[in-house]
């Protein structure tokens, strides 16, 4: 079983950055793929970005690219989301997961944390 921690989450205005991160305990944290989700009010769980076992592949959504990255230290045992340039439409819960296999689909991933509360204001 693999236990995810996000933490990072807050209130920034729009234009401004935030680091989210997760911390991964009770597996082997590099064998995994780690990925971000986000929930906005009212929509469904969507996709914001996913990252290799080892670094090497990551892959993002159309509306973060270019804004947020995606990291990982697997020395740690933390993956990262340092997100720039926010947008009031990026409010959101963040949630990260973790999975055998790169993928965009929530349903692919088999663990899941809490979640972190990131609101951006206009």
């Known amino acids: 079983q693999v236990q995810l921690v996000e933490s990072g989450g807050g209130l920034v205005q729009a234009g401004g950055s935030l680091r989210l991160s997760c911390a991964a305990s009770?597996?082997?944290?590099?064998?995994?793929?780690m990925g971000w989700f986000r929930q906005r009010p009212g929509k469904e769980r969507e996709f914001v970005s996913a990252?290799?076992?080892?670094?090497?592949?990551?892959i993002y959504a159309d509306s973060v690219k270019g804004r947020f990255t995606i990291s990982r230290d697997n020395t740690k045992n933390t993956v990262y989301l340092q997100m720039n340039s926010l947008k009031p439409e990026d409010t959101a819960v963040y949630y990260c997961?973790?999975?055998?296999?790169?993928?965009?689909?929530?349903?692919?991933?088999?663990?899941w944390g809490q979640g972190t509360q990131v609101t951006v204001s206009s």
């Open positions: 009770g597996g082997t944290f590099s064998s995994y793929t």
């Open positions: 997961a973790a999975n055998r296999g790169i993928a965009t689909s929530s349903r692919a991933y088999d663990y």
């Open positions: 990252i290799s076992w080892n670094g090497g592949r990551s």
